[in-house]
């Protein structure tokens, strides 16, 4: 069981919340966090590279110079590949990098990220988080009064808020995602995280649900 410190919007430490990271995943398998990392930051990967081949390149196809008499190797085409300017051997296309786990591993490797950083006591709770407005220094004056001025952060709202988004989204070091959205790469990539206390009892129940 583990006991985590409650705060509110001054830093001040207002109760603790209890939660034991056996309800997301009583095991972490490393090795399931690792492939869905990579499956995530593959689907990042835009694959729009192009390179020409020596079918592509500009040049002459005649012959350079005659095949015997020069002394020098006998050589075909300006445009090979072995030549300076010549195309690439194994020329590069536009490739799809991405790809998928089955649904069960990646709910799973979420679970197991909530459970980690739970365990490595890298999980921080809010008591309340709302705004009337987007403020950008009100979320700034939230994350200095965190001691997080200056690390990544990632901020786990119950729902989708425009005004906390809006908020956060000129911070760079700062994220923010409902909890319906997260993922083990959202939830392992930043040094903190931070949840609201409505966002922590909703991913409980999610978890108590899946």
Excluded: C, W
């Excluded at 985590?4 to 995943?25: C, I, K, Q």
């Excluded at 390179?51 to 110079?65: D, F, L, P």
């Excluded at 075909?76 to 990098?97: C, Q």
């Amino acid at each position: 069981m583990a006991s985590l410190p409650v705060f509110d919007r001054t830093g001040a430490e207002v109760g603790r919340y209890d939660v034991d990271p056996a309800e997301f995943s009583e095991t972490i398998n490393k090795q399931l966090l690792h492939d869905a990392v990579v499956m995530y930051q593959a689907n990042q990967r835009q694959g729009t590279f192009r390179t020409k081949n020596r079918g592509e390149v500009a040049g002459s196809t005649k012959k350079m110079y005659r095949q015997k008499g020069t002394g020098n190797a006998r050589a075909g085409s300006r445009r090979s590949g072995i030549r300076r300017g010549g195309g690439h051997i194994f020329a590069k296309r536009p490739r799809d990098f991405s790809y998928r786990l089955n649904k069960k591993a990646i709910r799973k490797a979420t679970r197991m990220a909530i459970a980690s950083r739970i365990q490595d006591d890298e999980v921080l709770i809010l008591d309340e988080l709302s705004f009337s407005e987007p403020k950008t220094r009100d979320m700034a004056s939230i994350i200095k009064a965190l001691g997080l001025e200056g690390q990544t952060a990632l901020v786990a709202t119950e729902a989708y808020d425009i005004n906390i988004y809006k908020s956060a989204k000129n911070i760079g070091s700062v994220t923010v995602s409902p909890v319906s959205d997260l993922n083990a790469l959202m939830l392992l990539t930043p040094r903190k995280v931070i949840l609201t206390k409505a966002a922590a009892d909703a991913l409980r129940e999610r978890a108590k649900a899946s």
